[in-house]
């Protein structure tokens, strides 16, 4: 069983930062892929990010590319999600998933992840 705790959501303005951070419970941390989702109210969950298990190989959406950066510490545990450039249409609740299995292409569709964290809200308004 793998307890993901997502930290790090409120409300900033367009334009504004924020970093993301989910915290994995398991010493087998480095052995997940590690993701993020979003969900916006009426609309679909969105593929945001993934890292590949020694954080060398990164896979975004579309909409978020050259805006955001996942990372990862194995050493703590942790998967980060830095958000620049904030637009109104990035409010959503931001999840973190993790995959256990063994892949070479990570993973952009939400049913492939095993673990799912409750989400942090991320709101940006002016």
């Known amino acids: 069983q793998v307890q993901l705790v997502e930290s790090g959501g409120g409300l900033v303005q367009p334009g504004g930062s924020l970093r993301l951070s989910c915290a994995a419970s398991?010493?087998?941390?480095?052995?997940?892929?590690m993701g993020w989702f979003r969900q916006a109210p009426g609309k679909e969950r969105e593929f945001v990010a993934a890292i590949s298990r020694k954080g060398v190989i990164t896979r975004y959406g579309d909409s978020v590319k050259g805006r955001f950066t996942i990372s990862r510490d194995n050493a703590k545990n942790t998967v980060y999600l830095q958000m620049n450039s904030l637009k109104f249409e990035d409010t959503a609740v931001y999840s973190c998933?993790?995959?256990?299995?063994?892949?070479?292409?990570?993973?952009?569709?939400?049913?492939?992840?095993?673990?799912w964290g409750q989400g942090t809200q991320v709101t940006v308004s002016s």
């Open positions: 998933v993790a995959d256990l299995t063994f892949r070479s292409v990570l993973p952009n569709a939400y049913s492939e992840y095993d673990y």
């Open positions: 398991g010493r087998a941390f480095s052995g997940y892929i």
